[in-house]
């Protein structure tokens, strides 16, 4: 069942996008093909993916420009910014990753440092695209609970660190296709969302209107399904990165690669679609009242494949009502929604009534994210006085 909210509002949103975009022909300035048959496979990719630019915090020689910590940092300041607000009255930071910069302490803790924050409460979620998911949920949790006033989640990416030519050199520059695969699908960047009950008008809308968070779901089936796509196990799964003798040799039997298993894919969309057909099934979302739909994936082919499945399920959301950046931003794994959804609110206009459904697929061990979001009028009282959200309640 979904963990619903009635005082939580996302009160801003923001992203931060490494440096300048960086196009399909430039992509071998940063991640150069690491033999012949690099080239084809990222024809082939690039041509299904439908991303036409994307980011990443290295340089072309592979230095290191931005760190994952100062991603998120920076999209926590233009969410701040967005909301005329600093960081004073936060006092819970989520975060969710597939990995910061350092195997220890937690990611949330070196964002904390990053920002030279004050003393706040802080939770670090390690996962893969369904982790941003899970910063918000924690951060609405402790408003809902009335733990805390204003909450930040915040999920940042650097997957560039992982893709250049110098990573491989340990393996000869050889890859099987399953490591080639997400060299040419991901990118960085990170967005963050302050979360509150004060029940403010969302930054620059031009009418007053509020985005309520009603409900957060999230299922892994982690149980039914082998894994999917992993870093720091062999390419077989039977060995993990710290049960060989040194990195090195983990280097170079392909553990530290990144990895994706294109077979299984087909299942994760399965359950995502039979979870949404129970949500529906249990009154927690009509399909016809949905007017923006946010689907996070990885791949503009597997569009139809979504569209098919809620057809067959008599669930269809429209194609007009879908929004998705990633064209230009690219697949920033677990950033991902938190920057859709922070461009979604900048460049349309959400009316009072309007319903978000946001779904997140994750294809670590499998996992389904799902939140639903209403817009509700602030009239002029409420706006003066910041009336808080459980006003609107009554």
């Known amino acids: 069942m979904p963990i619903a909210f009635h005082r939580v509002y ?7 996008m490494p440096g300048e975009p960086v196009s399909n022909d430039a992509m071998d300035s940063y991640i150069a093909p690491l033999n012949r048959m690099s080239s084809r496979i990222k024809s082939r990719i690039l041509a299904e993916n439908g991303i036409k630019q994307r980011y990443y915090a290295i340089d072309p020689e592979g230095a290191t420009v931005f760190t994952n910590a100062q991603l998120a940092a920076n999209a926590i300041r233009d969410c701040l910014r967005r909301h005329d607000s600093d960081l004073s009255a936060v006092s819970l930071l989520a975060s969710g990753s597939s990995g910061g910069d350092a195997l220890m302490p937690g990611f949330s803790n070196m964002i904390q440092g990053e920002l030279a924050a004050h003393p706040m409460e802080t939770l670090s979620v390690h996962g893969i695209c369904a982790a941003g998911v899970s910063a918000i949920q924690t951060a609405a949790q402790g408003v809902e609970l009335g733990g805390h006033a204003s909450a930040l989640a915040v999920a940042s990416e650097l997957p560039s660190r992982l893709f250049k030519r110098s990573r491989f050199a340990a393996r000869g520059y050889d890859a ?25 008008p969302l930054p ?19 149980g039914d399904y082998p894994v999917c796509m992993q870093l720091g ?7 993990g990165h710290l049960d060989y003798p040194s990195w090195n040799e983990a280097e170079a039997d392909g553990a530290l690669s990144l990895r994706q298993d294109i077979r299984l894919l087909p299942h994760l969309f399965d359950i995502g679609i039979h979870e949404y057909a129970k949500l529906v099934r249990d009154g927690w979302v009509d399909p016809d009242q949905v007017d923006h739909f946010l689907c996070h994936y990885s791949s503009e082919k597997f569009i139809p494949v979504v569209e098919d499945l809620m057809e067959k399920a008599g669930l269809v959301i429209p194609r007009e009502r879908w929004f998705s950046n990633l064209a230009w931003r690219g697949n920033t794994g677990a950033a991902s929604i938190l920057i859709m959804l922070a461009e979604f609110l900048e460049t349309r206009e959400v009316k009072p009534g309007e319903q978000i459904f946001c779904y997140i697929p994750e ?29 609107a309640l009554r």
């Not at 996302?10 to 931060?16: D, R, T, V």
């Open 10 to 16: 996302l009160e801003s949103a923001g992203y931060f």
């Open 363 to 391: 294809s670590g061990r499998f996992m389904a994210a799902y939140m639903l979001l209403e817009a509700e009028a602030v009239h002029a009282p409420q706006i003066a006085a910041g009336a808080p959200a459980a006003a």
């Open 176 to 200: 099987d296709f399953d490591a080639h695969f997400l060299r040419w699908m991901l990118s960085d960047g990170a967005g963050a969302v302050l979360l509150g009950n004060s029940g403010r």
């Open 204 to 222: 620059g809308a031009s009418q007053g209107v509020r985005l309520r968070l009603k409900w957060v779901h999230q299922r892994s089936f982690s």
């Open 233 to 239: 196990l062999s390419a077989d799964r039977a060995r």
